[in-house]
């Protein structure tokens, strides 16, 4: 999910900011066109939420490198001054791709959540905790945007929904609906044993699979060998002698010297479907 900051005009000339968030950026200008057309608003600027790569230094301590999303430069610069840091640089990411967790991070961070819940601490510490102690890139900055959106009063449920691409689209529901529920608790503890199990059928089809796929895989090798190599050898015997071939053998023929004179373009057809699997 997207977020997108936006600047418009009244008719009274006022000007006004606000967000909203999308799949993509065509779909963001949709909303936001409608929306100007609604409200009978004039859009002066859109600007994407992006990553950006900064450098500050407080004091005559050793400078610090790290990385925040805002919608542009100035926001991260600002953010530094009021931590009472001399910026040294802020730059744009150029390739702002984070990958998904693995769902062990997301199930231990849910799993953790519920037991600490349990313990009675509040969401707030409990964020915290967890963000200092989650090594996966991606879910340290998600949970640092959801903490920080939450303390500016921000509705859960909306708050989580917006980064199903990173927890998942149940996942990112359940956990915003926990704090609506006033049973925070159970719905976590619920969800972690709901995805537990999710995981270990996924993993027990895995396992269940491969065999049936190696034995795929090896007939395939036995078909190729014995059309590239075994049956060419035979079926050339009745050409040179002059032998008409019935046209299924004179087809297999043809796709025999098919492989045989692309040997690259077979292997690679062969051994990277599976390997991407």
């Known amino acids: ?16 900011t606000g967000t909203l968030s999308a799949n993509a950026l065509s779909e963001g ?14 859009v002066l600027s859109i600007e994407k939420k992006r990553t950006f790569l900064y450098k500050a230094q407080k004091g005559n301590d050793k400078p610090i490198k790290g990385e925040q999303k805002a919608f542009n430069k100035k926001e991260v610069e600002d953010a530094l001054t009021r931590l009472g840091y001399k910026v040294i640089s802020v730059n744009q990411k150029l390739i702002d791709f984070q ?25 707030g ?58 049973n925070m608790t159970e719905i976590y503890k619920a969800t972690a044993k709901f995805l537990e199990r999710r995981q270990e059928f996924r ?30 050898e035979t079926a050339k015997l009745f050409v040179r002698f002059g032998v008409e071939l019935p046209p299924m053998t004179a087809f297999t023929l043809k796709i025999s010297d098919f492989l045989v004179e692309n040997p690259y373009l077979v292997a690679a057809f062969f051994i990277i479907p599976p390997v991407a699997l």
């Open 99 to 123: 990958a998904k967790p693995p769902v062990q991070e997301i199930v231990t961070f849910v799993k953790i959540s519920a037991e600490l819940l349990e313990q009675k601490l509040s969401y």
């Open 1 to 16: 999910m997207i977020e997108f900051k936006f600047t418009a005009q009244k008719v009274n000339g006022q000007t006004i």
């Open 203 to 232: 993993k027990n089809l895995r396992s269940a699979l491969i065999t049936p796929m190696v034995t795929v895989f090896v007939l395939f090798l036995a078909v190729i060998f014995y059309v590239g190599y075994i049956f060419p």
């Open 29 to 42: 200008k949709k909303k936001l066109s409608a929306l100007a057309e609604k409200n009978q608003l004039k």
């Open 125 to 182: 510490e409990i964020l915290n905790l967890l963000i200092n102690d989650t090594q996966n890139a991606t879910l340290k900055n998600t949970l640092k945007e959801i903490n920080n959106e939450l303390k500016k009063g921000a509705d859960s449920q909306v708050t989580f929904l917006k980064y199903q691409d990173v927890f998942g689209k149940f996942t990112a529901y359940m956990l915003g609906l926990a704090s609506k529920s006033g």
